[in-house]
Nanobody, 116 residues
C-alpha cells in the first residue's frame, strides 16, 4: 500500500503555468507506473500522463506538448509541469501509483482552475 498526497493546485490565468506535486509514502520505484489523471465536473476521469519505472512517458493527446510528467525517486515524488494552460484543463487532478494493469492507488486530488 501507499499514500499519495497532491499539492500545487490552484487558480491560474489561461496561458499560464502550474506545477503539481505528488508525495508518496514509499519507494515509487516499486510501482510499474506513476501517473496523473483528471476529472472535470460532468465528465469521466481521463488519463493525463504516465511514467513507467523504466522512464517511458505517455501523454493524452489533449495535453501533449504542454504537460511534462517527471519523477524523483530520492524524494519519492512525481510532478506534473503544466504550461500554456487552457480553460478546458480545469479539473481535479489525481496522482496514481499502479501495479500491473489492474491495481492502482489514488491520492485525494488537487483542484486546478484555469480562468481568462
Amino acid at each position: 500500500q501507499v499514500q499519495l498526497v497532491e499539492s500545487g493546485g490552484g487558480l491560474v490565468q489561461a496561458g499560464g503555468s502550474l506545477r503539481l506535486s505528488c508525495a508518496a509514502s514509499r519507494d515509487i520505484s516499486s510501482f510499474n507506473a506513476m501517473g496523473w489523471y483528471r476529472q472535470a465536473p460532468g465528465k469521466q476521469r481521463e488519463l493525463v500522463a504516465t511514467v513507467t519505472s523504466g522512464g517511458t512517458r505517455n501523454y493524452a493527446d489533449s495535453v501533449k506538448g504542454r504537460f511534462t510528467i517527471s519523477r524523483d525517486n530520492v524524494k519519492n515524488a512525481v510532478y506534473l509541469q503544466m504550461i500554456s494552460l487552457k480553460a478546458e484543463d480545469t479539473a481535479v487532478y489525481y496522482c496514481s501509483a499502479s501495479v500491473g494493469s489492474s491495481l492502482s492507488y489514488w491520492g485525494q486530488g488537487a483542484q486546478v482552475t484555469v480562468s481568462s
